[in-house]
Each structure stands twice: as structure tokens, then as C-alpha cells.
């Protein structure tokens, strides 16, 4: 699926049509998706125990992934997905602009970087207060 958790998607199709929203879950066995916003549904919720109240409770409904298309976060424009490979993983990118889609991915590598730097960082404070506090005694 080209649709993933987290993207801004804009509706092609059905009573919502033409609204932006973000992917709440994907569900690729059945090529759908549910979009925060889109395809509200009611729906009535018993009261299971004394002091409950029934009521009607909006939830949102899954629709089809071929009726949206992911927005790029680059050029903001509604854009096809293409595939490129990077570094031996295939990411997804804009058709229009070239930007990558897989923001997550990205985010995840500088984040390892900063925790291994400042691991070594860490570990080398620690020795040097362990070395202090055994001069002090």
C-alpha cells in the first residue's frame, strides 16, 4: 500500500471529496484506510452497566485507499507515489517535487546518531563522577 499511518491524504471521491486529512490506521489485507475527519459514522453505544447512559457515538469509517492521494509535505500538492532506493531501502517519494514521503524513516536515523553520540558522552560523565566521589571518601 502506498498509503501509510500518519500521512495527509486528500479525498478524491464520495460525500467527502476534496478534504485533506490525516491516516489514523491503514489496513493493506483490505486496501483501506481511516482518515481523521472523513467518513464519520454514527454509532449506538448500550449501556452496559447501572450507572451508564446510552448514546450516539461518531466513528470514523474505513474507506478505500485508491480514493485518496497522499499529500507531499514539501510542495503541499496531492502527488502519486513513487519508489526510489536509498542506502539498499526502498523509500517512497513525490512525482512532482522528488521529496521523500518517509519522513519517519529519516527522523529514526538522525535519532540513532544524536543516542550514540551522546551515549559515548554519557558514559565517560559517568566515570568521572564515580572517580570524584571515590576521592572524596
Known amino acids: 500500500m502506498k498509503v501509510k499511518k500518519n500521512?495527509?491524504?486528500l479525498v478524491l471521491?464520495?460525500?467527502?471529496?476534496?478534504?485533506?486529512?490525516?491516516v489514523l490506521v491503514s489496513i493493506p489485507a483490505d486496501n483501506k484506510v481511516?482518515?481523521?475527519?472523513?467518513n464519520v459514522q454514527m454509532k449506538s453505544k448500550k449501556a452496559r452497566k447501572a450507572n451508564e447512559?446510552?448514546?450516539?457515538?461518531?466513528?470514523?469509517?474505513?474507506?478505500?485507499a485508491s480514493n485518496v492521494m497522499v499529500v507531499c509535505p514539501v510542495c503541499?500538492?496531492?502527488?502519486?507515489?513513487?519508489?526510489t532506493e536509498v542506502e539498499g531501502?526502498?523509500?517512497?517519494?513525490?512525482?512532482?517535487?522528488?521529496?521523500?514521503?518517509?519522513?519517519?524513516?529519516e527522523a529514526k536515523k538522525a535519532v540513532k546518531k544524536a543516542t550514540?553520540?551522546?551515549?559515548?558522552?554519557?558514559?565517560?560523565?559517568?566515570?568521572?563522577?564515580?572517580k570524584k566521589a571515590d576521592k572524596a571518601e
Open 7 to 9: 500521512d495527509t491524504v
Open 13 to 22: 471521491t464520495g460525500k467527502d471529496a476534496g478534504k485533506t486529512g490525516k
Open 34 to 38: 481511516k482518515v481523521d475527519g472523513i
Open 53 to 64: 447512559s446510552s448514546a450516539i457515538v461518531p466513528q470514523v469509517g474505513a474507506i478505500d
Open 76 to 83: 503541499n500538492k496531492a502527488t502519486r507515489v513513487a519508489y
Open 89 to 105: 531501502k526502498k523509500i517512497r517519494v513525490c512525482k512532482k517535487c522528488g521529496a521523500s514521503l518517509d519522513v519517519k524513516a
Open 116 to 130: 550514540k553520540a551522546d551515549g559515548a558522552k554519557k558514559t565517560t560523565t559517568r566515570k568521572t563522577t564515580a
